[in-house]
């Protein structure tokens, strides 16, 4: 496994590296890759940390696992390549933030617009075997991206925190709500979408919070050359 990440991040991250857990997930992701097609490509791995560094971070956007259909993940949660037909859970993130700030939909699924001004997208398993959702889960991943998510805390003040769905608000647990603002909601997944997270306007809430600790709004529209999507794609 190529294990360069930002270097803003090795001060808190570089140690894990070291520990047995680490050791064995290695070992496990070498030989999948080795073995079979995994998702994102291999230099793709740490993309979130590397696209964003520690200091910049303003939003932490939690998923679980990488999409694990043909070249859609791109390293970066939730996010796609631009040829790639939008997954469900992108497309009702999309919707979202249409009803949440009137921000046309558009034909653009990656998003390292948003990890460019601060936001880190960050799943808690970064690797998956292709047509298996869940398959790296528990092999290490989960252990390494808490050590993150408790940099984050201990170490930063004023984050925003979203976090869709039971899995990321229990991973989230042990964010300091006295230091960061934590939004929580149903996850936008088609099976959950309509219970809870539309409607939830996470993406004006996280720029009220950012405004009022006198920092700058996250640019949440995604512009493309092409033309921008409707409602019905």
Known sequence: MNKNI???WKKYLEAEFEKPYFKQLERFVDNEYQEHEIYPPQELIFRAFNSCSFNQI???ILGQDPY???KQANG???SVNDEMKFPPSLRNIYKEMNQDLNIPISSKGNLEDWAKQGVLLINATLTVRANEAGSHQKKGWEEFTDAAIKALSEQREQLVFILWGSYAQKK???IDSTKHHIIKSAHPSPLS???GFFGSKPFSQTNRYLREQGLEPINW???HESAQKSLNF
């Open 68 to 70: 694990h259909g043909p």
């Open 221 to 223: 529209e995604l512009k």
């Open 172 to 174: 989230g647990a042990q």
């Open 76 to 78: 970066l949660a939730f």
């Open 193 to 195: 979408a309509h219970r």
């Open 6 to 8: 930002n270097e803003s």
């Open 58 to 60: 303003k939003v932490v």
